[in-house]
């Protein structure tokens, strides 16, 4: 009787020995790194999906001691929350309440706390209807992080093959970082799916494999 593959979980990393430095994050490394020698008590950090900024957020919240918070979970004991430093993630969604995060910023500022926020966008193009809270946040420096590069991702789908103790082609890894879209998360969810595919078919990962499970067209991690 044939045996089904067990689905092992392979928890992402986030620790600084786990982040891959290059041109494309640089600044933004460094920018994060300066703390606590902020030049403001609030640094905010934007780019893409799938850029690594929930990663640098991580990294430097184990450093700061701070806590993370996502846009949707901010809110409710904002005197509370000001006891110490914190994260907020995708602040320039929607779910973020204006008033809270107005009020929180005060805060910050007025007990020597830091604040990190990170975001697509820049402030003027979140969809804020408080002018004092844009103009509160347009105050605080940014530091951009741009979409992987090419050395980066293929550098990432490596580790990502290496956790999994998967032993691949330099090959495979030229035609996915070919096909990828340009993000952390599609490459992640490729090796995942390659992963599983491979288990399924009970051999190992190639070219071939990938061809017959993405085809040819740009792989974006749909």
């Known amino acids: 009787m044939s045996q089904l593959p067990l689905p092992f979980g392979h928890a992402p990393r986030f620790g600084l020995d786990d982040f891959m430095p290059s041109d494309s994050n ?8 300066r703390w606590p020698d902020w030049p403001d008590r609030v640094l905010l950090l934007v780019g893409p999906e799938g850029s690594g900024k929930s990663h640098l957020a991580r990294i430097w919240a184990a450093r700061a001691g701070a806590v993370l918070l996502s846009a949707e979970a ?13 994260v907020i993630e ?16 005060n805060l910050v500022r007025e007990r020597g706390l830091s604040l990190l926020l ?3 966008q820049l402030p003027g193009a979140w969809a804020l ?7 509160r946040l347009r105050l605080a420096p940014a530091v951009a992080i741009a979409p992987p590069d090419d050395a980066l991702m293929r550098a990432v789908l490596v ?3 290496a956790d999994r103790q998967l032993a691949v082609d330099a090959s495979l890894v030229d035609y996915l970082a070919l096909r990828l879209d340009r993000s ?12 599983r595919a491979s288990l399924d078919a009970s051999r190992r990962i190639t070219r071939q494999l990938a061809a017959g499970l993405f085809g040819e067209r740009r792989l974006d991690g749909e």
Not at 26 to 33: G, K
Not at 90 to 105: C, G, K, N
């Open 26 to 33: 640089a600044p933004a490394l460094a920018a994060v790194s």
């Open 74 to 86: 901010f809110g409710g004991d904002i005197d509370g929350l000001a006891r110490g430093n914190a």
């Open 90 to 105: 995708d602040a320039d969604r929607a779910a973020v309440p204006e008033a809270a995060l107005f009020h929180y910023l």
């Open 118 to 120: 990170t975001a697509r």
């Open 129 to 135: 209807a408080t002018p004092d809270l844009v103009s």
């Open 159 to 161: 580790k990502l093959f």
């Open 184 to 195: 952390l998360d599609a490459a992640s969810r490729a090796v995942a799916a390659l992963d």
